[in-house]
């Protein structure tokens, strides 16, 4: 029988079907925040750095203008918008692993929002160069991904066509596809004797 994970984990997923009337509490986005903050890093380097808008805000509109069309239709009804930025040079020169550092980060930030009962979807389908350009990044920060935070509404929310992929089962590859051992492509199973 497979191992199950934490339930926080096992709850986090990303729905693009967010109620518009649903509030995300500065509190809460402080605590997602401080999340992000406690992430290992290479180094202790802490590279994660984040753009932040609570709807209702200028810095909302102007993340939610730099997503693509598709992302736009549904994450207006956000209760925050992010940007997840690295920082790739610090006082010691560049940083190795920034990325890495960014990504482990914005997973502690995600969940949070889940243990807040909250919820969070990623998205790569951004304008790179006009966050960049509204935000006035620096040379040293590059923008990583976009996070849309906010309280699940129903998948009615949704043109018909995201419908089905918001409700159908979430699906993971097997266990015995991601770990292996001896040599590549030999499962690992933790539980054979």
């Known amino acids: 029988m497979p191992s199950e994970p934490h339930p926080l984990i096992k709850a986090r997923w990303s729905p693009r079907a967010l109620d518009p009337a649903g509030v995300v509490p500065l509190e809460a986005l402080n605590r997602m925040l401080?999340?992000?903050?406690w992430a290992p890093s290479y180094g202790n380097t802490q590279p994660a750095r984040y753009i932040v808008g609570p709807r209702g805000t200028s810095t909302f509109d102007r993340i939610l203008g730099c997503l693509n069309r598709g992302n736009q239709a549904w994450a207006v009804n956000a209760g925050a918008l992010l940007v997840a930025c690295a920082s790739t040079?610090?006082?010691k020169g560049d940083i190795p692993y920034a990325e890495?550092?960014?990504g482990l980060a914005t997973e502690n930030?995600?969940?949070q929002a889940v243990a807040e009962g909250l919820v969070a979807h990623q998205m790569a389908g951004f304008d790179k160069a006009a966050v960049v350009a509204e935000f006035e990044l620096p040379p040293t920060a590059r923008p990583l991904v976009a996070v849309a935070v906010g309280v699940l509404g129903?998948?009615?929310?949704?043109p018909p066509e995201k419908r089905e992929?918001?409700?159908k089962p979430r699906r993971r590859k097997p266990a015995a596809e991601l770990a292996f051992t001896d040599r590549w492509g030999e499962p690992f199973r933790p539980d054979a004797e």
Do not use: D, F, I, K
């Open 34 to 37: 401080e999340a992000a903050r």
């Open 89 to 91: 040079v610090n006082e």
């Open 100 to 102: 890495y550092g960014v």
């Open 109 to 111: 930030l995600v969940l």
């Open 154 to 158: 129903s998948p009615e929310l949704l």
């Open 165 to 167: 992929r918001e409700t």
